[in-house]
């Protein structure tokens, strides 16, 4: 499996960025997609998730961090094989290098993907 981000870069406090995770080789259908950050001298943190659950009257379900509710959105194409992260009401405190993360889910349990992250640098 390749996953691959983009959409990082420079943003203003207040701006907007949208992230995404080209995804190759892998059945999006059996993947929980997470969005991870790591600031420098901090652990990596899960910002966001996505969870397709076919077989529930909620066919997928998200959670965030406390820190980006209400800011943030992640979604996914499985037929695009992508995932995004739109970030909104930048803070300084979003800098980080962001990570896609594609967890196996039911028949691809226990199989787990790593982008090689893309930087976004939120001033002031």
């Known amino acids: 499996a390749q996953l691959v981000e983009s959409g990082g870069g420079l943003v203003q406090v207040g701006g907007s960025l949208r992230l995404s995770c080209a995804v190759s080789?892998?059945?999006?259908?059996?993947?929980?997609m997470k969005w991870f950050r790591q600031a420098p001298g901090k652990e990596r943190e899960l910002v966001a998730s996505h969870t397709n659950a076919p077989y529930s009257s909620v066919p997928w379900m998200t959670n965030y961090a406390d820190s980006v509710k209400g800011r943030f959105t992640i979604s996914r194409d499985n037929a695009k094989s992508t995932v995004y992260l739109q970030m909104n009401s930048l803070k300084e405190d979003d800098t980080a290098t962001y990570y896609c993360?594609?967890?196996?889910?039911?028949?691809?349990?226990?199989?787990?993907?790593w982008g090689p992250g893309t930087q976004v640098t939120v001033s002031s």
């Open positions: 993360n594609a967890h196996g889910m039911r028949a691809a349990a226990g199989r787990d993907y």
């Open positions: 080789g892998i059945n999006l259908n059996f993947y929980t």
